[in-house]
């Protein structure tokens, strides 16, 4: 257990809708990170929070958006869904700063879009 | 250019045998980290092995070995005594220090590793 908590871990919908998907951090770590994993992209980073504010935004779409809260958890608001936009979405957490930490990853939320 | 780069898309090992999973990277930087990450077909991603750029000795986590070259800029991944439980995605990523303190990780496409008893 990565201690990063994920929720939905599924998640149906179709296409057009809006959806958010949540993100608790590790006890601690004000970092928090969203990835997005499809079998033809890979691995991309999204964007990047950091207590409260946000860090570095990546191949992130203008349809997708984020935040994070005062208590330090995430939302990823994904709106006019498309069927690409079925992924596995993954949040992770760090102690910020250091090139020396590893991301702990949450367990992934499974999006799929009809 | 790819920042992070994986060559072998899938590979198939004989169980107890060592394996080696390539990985070069790109940067600029003097300081940076290297990490490991293995998926199951679960979908976790677990966290196997860290190698920083000032570290002089090569990593180790059990089985786990990194094989750093830093002059070559590759971060190879050694896994002793391969096991059946060892059949996963492995991703090779980088942790570098960019504009406005942003340090996340930046991933390879990953090998596909099946180990064969």
């Known amino acids: 257990d990565s201690g990063v908590t994920q929720t939905p871990k599924h998640l149906i919908t179709a296409t057009g809708q809006r959806v958010t998907l949540r993100c608790s951090p590790r006890?601690?770590?004000?970092?928090v990170y969203w990835y997005q994993q499809s079998l033809d992209q890979g691995l991309q980073f999204l964007i990047q929070?950091?207590?409260?504010?946000?860090?570095a935004k990546g191949n992130i779409l203008e349809r997708f958006s984020a935040q994070q809260f005062p208590d330090l958890h995430s939302e990823l608001n994904l709106s006019s869904l498309e069927l690409g936009d079925s992924a596995l979405y993954f949040c992770a957490s760090s102690r910020t700063g250091l090139n020396t930490g590893e991301l702990f990853f949450g367990e992934g939320s499974r999006l799929t879009v009809l | 250019a790819q920042k992070i780069t994986q060559t072998q898309p899938g590979m198939f090992v004989q169980e107890k045998e060592a394996v080696t999973l390539d990985c070069t990277y790109d940067?600029?930087?003097?300081?940076?980290?290297l990490f490991w990450y293995k998926q199951p077909s679960s979908g976790e991603m677990i966290f196997l092995i860290y190698?920083?750029?000032?570290?002089?000795q090569n990593a180790t986590e059990g089985r786990y070995s990194l094989n750093f070259q830093k002059a070559r800029k590759s971060a190879n991944l050694v896994i002793s005594a391969s096991q059946l439980g060892d059949s996963a995605m492995y991703f090779c990523a980088m942790r570098e220090s960019r504009a406005g303190g942003a340090d996340g990780l930046t991933f390879g496409k990953g090998t596909h590793l099946i180990i064969q008893p």
């Open positions: 006890s601690g770590d004000l970092s």
């Open positions: 929070y950091y207590n409260g504010e946000e860090r």
């Open positions: 190698q920083g750029s000032y570290d002089e």
């Open positions: 940067t600029s930087d003097q300081s940076y980290g």
